[in-house]
């Protein structure tokens, strides 16, 4: 059975987790894995075995910004079961770490990763923990990515993968008045080649926001004594962050940053017309 087959499938879409239990006590030299699979039979991910334990579930994971909310509840955990009576009803519970992964096309992927937080035997029922994701373990804020429809990567940067030489001309300044700046090597590109990009002198750096023939604007002037007609200069070609601008100017579209699909208003700003995309 192929794996297109399975998902479309009403008996063998059923999800088959792999849940990893990794007791990692403070200060300890030795750790202890209990791993199991809501699968009827064993499973090797990696070189390790699931053994099957029956009625084992996770809950869903949650597509949130605020991090803490993105908690994990596993049930269907026996009473009896000695791993968990034996290490997790302690006040060392939180020392525990808990990796689910889900079943893919080539095999199983690591879904989500967090610590316990509790662990109960609610009346008549199994085993329940409750897990906070791994975000939560940060001792400080942890930098991440965000998504735009703009691309949020900076033109040249290693994400972007555009190579800066190929996009950058060089030349020497013949006037200089406020934040405009003059020189033959701009009229040598099309109007708007260099919005968006950055003029660099005597390792001072402006940002270009308007450019038509042999004069650029910039963001802001440069100081009378970092910048002076006669001087050479480097500039790039800007960027408009956009997957067209990407894909039409720069043939990066495979690198591009943006997400371009998302919606631009709800449905309720937008006069109840549906979104456009």
Request: glycine share 8%; charged share 20%.
């Given at each position: 059975m192929s794996f297109s087959t399975d998902d479309q499938s009403v008996q063998n879409s059923q999800i088959e987790e792999l849940i990893e239990?990794?007791?990692?006590?403070?200060?300890?030299?030795?750790?202890?894995?209990?791993?199991?699979?809501?699968?009827?039979?064993?499973?090797?991910?990696?070189?390790?075995?699931?053994?099957?334990?029956?009625?084992?579930?996770?809950?869903?994971?949650?597509?949130?910004?605020?991090?803490?909310?993105?908690?994990?509840?596993?049930?269907?955990?026996?009473?009896?079961?000695?791993?968990?009576?034996?290490?997790?009803?302690?006040?060392?519970?939180?020392?525990?770490?808990?990796?689910?992964?889900?079943?893919?096309?080539?095999?199983?992927?690591?879904?989500?990763?967090?610590?316990?937080?509790?662990?109960?035997?609610?009346?008549?029922?199994g085993i329940m923990i409750m897990c906070n994701p791994i975000s939560t373990m940060a001792k400080k804020p942890v930098s991440c990515g965000g998504y735009s429809v703009q691309c949020t990567h900076k033109l040249f940067s290693r994400?972007?993968?555009?190579?800066?030489?190929?996009?950058?001309?060089?030349?020497?300044?013949?006037?200089?008045?406020?934040?405009?700046?003059?020189?033959?090597?701009?009229?040598?590109?099309?109007?708007?080649?260099?919005?968006?990009?950055?003029?660099?002198?005597?390792?001072?750096?402006?940002?270009?926001?308007?450019?038509?023939g042999d004069t650029v604007t910039l963001l802001d002037a440069f100081y009378s004594d970092d910048a002076q007609a006669g001087d050479s200069f480097d500039a790039t070609a800007g960027c408009a962050h956009t997957i067209d601008e990407c894909d039409s100017r720069f043939n990066n579209k495979e690198n591009c940053g943006s997400c371009p699909h998302i919606p631009d208003a709800n449905d309720i700003q937008n006069g109840n017309k549906g979104f456009t995309y």
């Amino acid at each position: 059975m192929s794996f297109s087959t399975d998902d479309q499938s009403v008996q063998n879409s059923q999800i088959e987790e792999l849940i990893e239990f990794e007791y990692n006590p403070k200060n300890a030299t030795f750790h202890t894995f209990y791993r199991v699979t809501s699968a009827a039979y064993p499973i090797v991910h990696d070189g390790k075995t699931f053994k099957p334990l029956a009625g084992i579930r996770s809950g869903n994971i949650q597509s949130t910004i605020e991090p803490g909310k993105n908690v994990m509840k596993i049930e269907g955990i026996p009473r009896t079961n000695e791993y968990f009576s034996r290490h997790l009803f302690s006040t060392r519970t939180h020392e525990t770490i808990v990796r689910i992964y889900h079943v893919q096309p080539t095999g199983y992927a690591l879904a989500w990763t967090g610590k316990i937080s509790s662990v109960t035997r609610p009346e008549g029922q199994g085993i329940m923990i409750m897990c906070n994701p791994i975000s939560t373990m940060a001792k400080k804020p942890v930098s991440c990515g965000g998504y735009s429809v703009q691309c949020t990567h900076k033109l040249f940067s290693r994400r972007c993968g555009v190579d800066r030489a190929t996009w950058s001309r060089s030349g020497t300044i013949t006037a200089i008045s406020g934040n405009t700046v003059q020189s033959s090597a701009f009229s040598t590109e099309a109007d708007g080649f260099f919005t968006g990009g950055e003029l660099t002198v005597n390792q001072e750096v402006k940002t270009i926001v308007g450019h038509a023939g042999d004069t650029v604007t910039l963001l802001d002037a440069f100081y009378s004594d970092d910048a002076q007609a006669g001087d050479s200069f480097d500039a790039t070609a800007g960027c408009a962050h956009t997957i067209d601008e990407c894909d039409s100017r720069f043939n990066n579209k495979e690198n591009c940053g943006s997400c371009p699909h998302i919606p631009d208003a709800n449905d309720i700003q937008n006069g109840n017309k549906g979104f456009t995309y």
